[in-house]
């Protein structure tokens, strides 16, 4: 047997050194991630100074790195949920935009969702929250991955509840037994109860909104516990109802200042710092917490939004209707995020990274040592080296595609590359006043440089040096995107609707209800032994 070879040597002594202790012994992390909804950039405090009410979340920043060019994939509920959780814009994975109470589809079955690598890499998987990809048959997120799920099939907004919370303009409460027949107010489901589902039995119809943040950090923590206790490493996905209108407020009642909002924010913060404090008590250092926002504010629900921070899309502002959710704007689509994982991700670090929600796939595969499902291109990428500070780099290239306001739905129509945000359209969805900016087309597009206006007020001159020296680029990144979607493979999203796919435990009970007002409470029908009646499957 010959000796071993110098580098052979050096391989050693490095190893015993320490020195390749991160190669030599890979131990999966838990991964915990918060989605919130309609919050806005400046509905954290760490990001606006003007925003207090958010004290955990901002010791979250302190301990963690902020993210301040974070980019919801689209700007709306059901797209922007897809790409997260599989990597891929809606003009891949086919959910262009939101799925109904009635609908029959939801996130395409081929499309592999970020549970199931983790899953099949031996991860306990849990998902808490809001869902909105579809939960009729197996489009369920008991069959997406999950191993437990607790959750509204939707927004919650998109049914009746006898604690209706806060909304603009307001809805009733769920008619009761022998209610006589009532005003049905637009944009209000009155008639058909929101749901709470427990894996895939309906455990609550309609839902106590009141109680809904504590009963989701009750069962958040407790899954955290017994995902700890098994020695599995865990995924939690935990898509929080704050801040989409309705808000609940529990008592008191909301101290001066940001009013109903402020202390709906309040309350989400406190939960997520249950979150925190409870995933450092099982294992300090061994989870990734990555905290973010769906999409921008509601603006046309006024006071009952969140804040844009400095992100006004004034342009559009100008020509009517609001630059927020929905739109292409960055109010729409730019969003406060955070990661902490305490040991592994720098401390009070701010990132100016071009980064997005469809990083998170792409990211928690690799850092889990999973391989990414074949036979498909992802637009999110893996932004390890900027969460651990090794590199400030994200994205060369962000597409922003259509979400309701302006043009096909899930169209890609506005870019960002660099400093540079091209809109090819624009459109504002309903403001506050009630106005609506009509789709306009831009060929060429429009440019902002957002490093000097990131207002979006003022578009770059067509003729200036800058417009002309910046438009080839962007032009040949454009097409380039447009060719790789149209060659990639591509899945399509069923949209059809049937009354029959209505979420509903008793028929017999007005608005579904599991129990008719007033009787005595009833044995939920899973704890009974039998499976409680539901038309989702």
Known sequence: MGSPSPWAVLVLVMMLAGLLAPCVAHEQPNFIVILADDVGWGDLGANWAETKETPHLDELAAEGTRFVDFHSAASTCSPSRASLLTGRLGARNGVTHNFAVTSVGGLPLNETTLAEVLQEAGYSTGAIGKWHLGHHGRHHPSFRGFDYYLGIPYSHDMGCTDTPGYNLPPCPPCPSHGTTARVVRKDCYAEIALPLFENVTIVQQPVNLSSLAARYAEEAARFIRQASDSGRPFFLYLA???????????????????????AALREMDALVGRIKQVADS???????????????????KC???????????????????????QTTWEGGHR???LAYWPGRIPAKRTSQ????????????VALAGAALPPDRRFDGLDVSPVLFGWSDVGHKVLLHPNSGAAGKDGGIEALRLAQYKAF??????MACDGSIGPAEHHQPPLIFNLDHDMQEQQPLDVASSEYQAV?????RAYAQALEDITTDNVSVADYSKDPAAT???????????????????????HRAGRRATWLCL
């Open 240 to 262: 929080l109802a704050h801040m989409h209108v309705p808000l609940g407020v529990p008592p008191p009642p909301p101290a001066p200042g940001r009013g109903i909002y402020g």
């Open 282 to 300: 099982h294992g300090k250092g061994s989870t990734l917490l990555w905290f973010a926002g769906d999409n921008g504010p509601w603006a046309q």
């Open 303 to 325: 006071e009952l939004a969140g804040r844009l921070g400095p992100f006004l899309g004034a342009w559009q502002r100008q020509r009517g209707g609001s630059s927020a959710k």
């Open 335 to 337: 969003v406060p995020a």
């Open 353 to 364: 990274a071009l980064l997005s929600t469809l990083d998170i796939f792409p990211t928690l």
């Open 424 to 429: 090819y359209t624009t459109g504002g969805a």
């Open 471 to 475: 438009l080839p680029a962007i032009s």
């Open 503 to 525: 979420p509903c435990c008793n028929v017999q009970h007005v608005a579904c209800r599991c129990q008719a007002p007033g009787s005595h409470a009833a044995v939920p029908a």
